[in-house]
Structures are given as structure tokens and as C-alpha cells.
């Protein structure tokens, strides 16, 4: 029987941000679990377990990511596979938690489209013919978030635990990918996550920035396939 597979979403995104691997993936049951609900990533940690299969692939993006670690911290025994994309495994820095209080009162007082388009999403990206689609589909998810689902993610990620430890700990198949160009969580991070989990394996997208499921969907997809056939076979 197939390992079903849970893909977790980055920061104001939707299922939509794994739609091109949904559909490349039919041999099992693939779900995306919302984390929105909670203002600290060990709440949605329980929310997603709370819905999630007994056991599961575990993959997640970004914001999703780092869930998918505070899941692997929580209920290890539950997770077959583990999948970090994009991702960090650090707490937050100060300087970078202090930095979200002015942004987050710009999205409080009516300016959520501003702070997207112009501060958060034009760095995700690597340049490409695609690039322009690609953030119009990202504005469209955080739109159909809203301000209060942005508010109380950024007030997770500002309080998030560190989980290098925890990596050390993991015991399944493993896949670190990343995409060469991401600024946001840089190349080196994704190496030193691959070096602290035992037999990880890293894959470098390249031509992708932050958003590698949507900028170059189809090495993802090829990635994700060989990732979740060792998951299989464990």
C-alpha cells in the first residue's frame, strides 16, 4: 500500500502552491493541510496531526516546513518520510522578528496587498518567463487568506522553536530541496539541514528561487516521486 503524502504550505499560500505535484502524483492519496489556525507553530503542528492520516509522508514548504519539523517533534512515530523545502530550521532572529511588528501593523491598518507585492514577494523568485504568473498566483492566495491569517502566521514564525536537534533525531527516508537562487532560505541552510539528518538527501532545483513547486514544477514533481518510492520501500 502507497505511504499517503501531506504537503504543508509556505506562508500565505494555499494548496494552490502544489497543484503541478497533486496532479503528477497519482499513485496515492495526497492531502494539504492548512496552517492558519493558530498564532504558534506548536498549535498547528496539533491542528494538522489532528486531521492528518495515522502515517504519513510528510512534505512541507517554507512556513510548511518548519510545521512539518515541530510534527516530526511532537509525533515522530507518526511520520514515514520527511520532505523540508525551502525551509529553516533556526528560531527566528531577533532583528528579523522586530522587522515583522511595522509590517504587521501596515496589514492591520488595510495594507495587506502592499506589504505582499512590494515587500514580500518580488525576493521569492528567481528571474524567468514564468516569474510574472507565478506572483500573480501568489497574490491571489494571500488574498484569499487575508490580513488576520497573515497576522497570526507572523506571529508564529516570530515564535517558533529551533529544531536543528530535532533533525538529528529523524530516522526515515529524507529529501532537503531547495531552489539555487532562494535568498529567502539560502542554499547553505538547506545544506546543513541535509548534513544533520542521517542519510538525507539534497536536491538543488536550479532556475528556481523560493517557490520551486510553481517555478519549476516538473524536477520537483521528478524529485518528489524518487523521495516518496524510498518512503515506500522503508
Known sequence: MRTPLLLLPGMMCD??????????????????APISGAETTAELARAVLDVAPPRFAL???????????????????????????????????PAVAEARV???????????????????????????????????????????????????????LAGRADRRETLRGVAVPSLVLCGREDALCPLHRHEMMAELI????????????????LE???????????WLRQVDAA
Do not use: W
Not at 502592499?114 to 500573480?136: H, I, Q, S
Open 102 to 156: 511595522p509590517q504587521m501593523e501596515r496589514v492591520a491598518a488595510g495594507g495587506l496587498r502592499r506589504v505582499m507585492r512590494d515587500e514580500t514577494k518580488p525576493g521569492y523568485l528567481a528571474d524567468g518567463p514564468g516569474r510574472e504568473a507565478v506572483l500573480a498566483l501568489c497574490m491571489e492566495m494571500a488574498e484569499a487568506l487575508g490580513a488576520e491569517i497573515f497576522l497570526r502566521q507572523s506571529k508564529a
Open 216 to 226: 519549476r514544477p516538473e524536477a520537483v514533481s521528478d524529485a518528489l516521486a524518487a
Open 198 to 213: 542521517p542519510g538525507a538527501r539534497l536536491v538543488v532545483i536550479d532556475g528556481a528561487g523560493h517557490l520551486p513547486t
Open 15 to 32: 494548496a494552490r502552491l502544489f497543484a503541478p505535484q497533486i496532479a503528477a502524483i497519482r499513485d496515492r492519496a495526497v492531502m494539504v
Open 59 to 93: 512534505a512541507g514548504l517554507s512556513m510548511g516546513g518548519i510545521v512539518a519539523m515541530e510534527i516530526v517533534a511532537q509525533a515522530p512515530e507518526r511520520v514515514a518520510g520527511l520532505c523540508l523545502m525551502d525551509t529553516n530550521p533556526k528560531a527566528e532572529h
